[in-house]
């Protein structure tokens, strides 16, 4: 898709049902600054009903908007799922080798402001009903990305890489609940402006969430990892 939602499936106010499939090199790309991409694979939208089960997603991409001379760019959340407002349930299933990245313009004459990648394998924003469960699932070298502008952006921004492995937003009380899931080598890296910005941060190598009841039973979080980028004269990260 090209400004759009779900590189291989969008889903919007039904029920969906996927069991012992793979998705592989899906992508979503963004040409609308006024619009996020949201799940390289797939994206749901306001569903009663969203259950995966012994899937497998890798090497799936949300690319965020690709703009020249623009103010705004927008985020690419979800590489694998994007999720919002769904009742989603996955179970025995593994997430590798996803990606969400923000990529920004190269010259904005009035400044950038960035967004960040989000979510490098599943972004949720909101719940339903019943909430999110997750239970058997592995996340492995999963990657959120920030955006890298070139031009020394006026307006600021937080160009940050958010939740390598998962991102979670504003499910309120319905619960999010993870059980013998696990975090392996996934990775949160920051972006920058210009070859003199001061660093930006990244948030949770493998999970991050805000406004959200989660409940951790049984899981395991290894050699997760953010990176924050310190740009150098030649543009490059420390």
Known sequence: TFGGYGGAVHMQSM???????DFLNNSAYNGNYLQITGGGAISLSSSPEAIIMLSNFSYNNAFGSILFDALYSQPGIGGAIFSRKSDLVITGSEFTNNSATARAGDKGSSGQLSMSGGGGAIAIVGAFLSGVKMEQVRFISNYAFGSICHAHGRNGGLPSGTGGGVLILE???YPVKFTNCSWIENGAVSGFYGTKSPPYPAWGGGLAF????AVLTDTVFSNNYIVCCE???AGECT
Request: glycine residues 6%; contains cysteine; negative net charge.
């Open 15 to 21: 029920p969906i049902h996927v069991h012992m499939c």
């Open 171 to 173: 499910t309120g009380t």
């Open 210 to 213: 805000t406004e959200t009841r």
């Open 231 to 233: 740009p150098q004269e």
